[in-house]
């Protein structure tokens, strides 16, 4: 079946650094990537829809200033949290829309980070 | 936006017995998935079900998408079903939205 990956699954970074996720359809294309982030014990929720080759639509209540969102190309996104503080410590986890069949997603691995 | 509800929020199951999740939704949907998210976050995709029955195994779902709601039916419970399972839906406007989870737990 399709594969999402993401890279890095764990990553520790100080506080006011920046960290990248990367987010790959390894056999698909993916027009449409999401982003979501958890919280301990709580459910997913949608921080930005991400659109190859133009600007992320970020969700109320989110900084896009703050989480930089990058969609290069048709296999890539990247999330960047900027100025990273401990309170941006959580799991961010991606999902990319097949460009060929719309209504089917797939999601990464996630990626925990904790900022120190 | 749209309002994506489960129930029951906690269920804890003997080994082997049956048991219903339920996800409702409040307006139409293009598409409904169920997930199992395993002890480590990675999300397993249980089910593409915008409508009607699907059976794999123990598992099972039916979305009766006219009335809004879906139901995942886990049968002859093991401890390896243990984890939370989500129900997310597709809006019209694409967005994918997850409702709050049902945290299973499966004792021996």
């Known amino acids: 079946g399709a594969v999402v990956s993401q890279h890095p699954s764990r990553v520790i970074c100080k506080s006011g650094t920046s960290v990248k996720i990367e987010c790959r359809s390894l056999?698909?294309?993916?027009?449409?990537m999401f982003w979501y982030r958890q919280f301990p014990k709580q459910s997913l929720m949608l921080m930005a829809t991400s659109n190859e080759g133009s600007k992320a639509t970020y969700e109320q209540g989110v900084e896009k200033d703050k989480f930089l969102i990058n969609h290069a190309s048709l296999t890539l996104s990247t999330l960047t949290v900027t100025s990273a503080h401990p309170e941006d410590s959580s799991f961010y986890i991606c999902?990319?829309?097949?460009?060929?069949?719309?209504?089917?997603?797939?999601f990464g691995e996630g990626s925990w980070l904790t900022v120190v | 936006g749209i309002q994506v509800e489960q129930s029951p929020p906690d269920l804890i199951l003997q080994e082997g017995a049956n048991s219903t999740l339920r996800c409702n939704f409040s307006d139409s949907v293009n598409n409904l998935q169920w997930f199992h998210q395993n002890p480590w976050g990675q999300l397993i995709n249980l089910f593409y079900i915008p409508s009607g029955t699907k059976q794999n195994g123990r598992l099972s779902a039916t979305t009766v998408a006219t009335e809004r709601y879906s139901l995942l039916y886990i049968s002859s419970s093991q401890t390896t079903d243990s984890g939370v399972y989500f129900c997310a839906v597709k809006t019209s406007y694409d967005k994918v939205i997850f409702g709050p989870g049902t945290s299973l737990s499966v004792i021996p």
């Open positions: 056999d698909f294309q993916a027009t449409t």
């Open positions: 999902s990319a829309e097949m460009s060929l069949s719309r209504n089917t997603i797939y």
